[in-house]
C-alpha cells in the first residue's frame, strides 16, 4: 500500500507560478506517477505523467508550462506550473500504479493509489 499526500496548493494571480509536491510513503522507483486535476463540474483529466525512465507526457493544455520531475530519493513527485491562467483552477491529484521499466508514460494508465488532493484557485 502506497499513501501519497500532496501540498503546495495555493491561490494565485494568472501568470503567477506554483510548485506542487507528491510525498509518497513507499517506495516510487517502481512506478508510473501522474498529476491530476479536475474543476467543479468537469471530469477530471491528466495533466502530466513521468515513467519509471522520468521521461514526461504532458496535456496540450500544460505544454510547455508544466514540468513534471521525480525524485527517487525521496519518494517525492513534483509538478511545476509556471504561467498560470484562471483555466488551470481544480483540484489536483498525484496518482500512482507500478509499472515496468520500459513501460511508456501515459495519461491515461490505470493507476493504483491516489492522493487525497489540493486545490489550485487561479485569478484573473
Known amino acids: 500500500q502506497v499513501r501519497l499526500v500532496e501540498s503546495g496548493g495555493d491561490s494565485v494571480q494568472a501568470g503567477g507560478s506554483l510548485r506542487l509536491s507528491c510525498a509518497a510513503s513507499g517506495d516510487i522507483g517502481s512506478a508510473c506517477m501522474g498529476w491530476f486535476r479536475q474543476a467543479p463540474g468537469k471530469v477530471r483529466e491528466g495533466v502530466a505523467a513521468i515513467n519509471r525512465l522520468a521521461r514526461p507526457v504532458y496535456a496540450d493544455s500544460v505544454k510547455g508550462r508544466f514540468t513534471i520531475s521525480r525524485d527517487v530519493a525521496n519518494n517525492t513527485l513534483y509538478l511545476q506550473m509556471n504561467g498560470l491562467n484562471p483555466g488551470d483552477t481544480a483540484t489536483y491529484y498525484c496518482?500512482?500504479?507500478?509499472?515496468?521499466?520500459?513501460?511508456?508514460?501515459?495519461?491515461?494508465?490505470?493507476?493504483?493509489?491516489w492522493g487525497q488532493g489540493v486545490q489550485v484557485t487561479v485569478s484573473s
Open positions: 496518482a500512482a500504479g507500478v509499472c515496468s521499466l520500459v513501460a511508456p508514460s501515459s495519461l491515461f494508465r490505470q493507476y493504483d493509489y
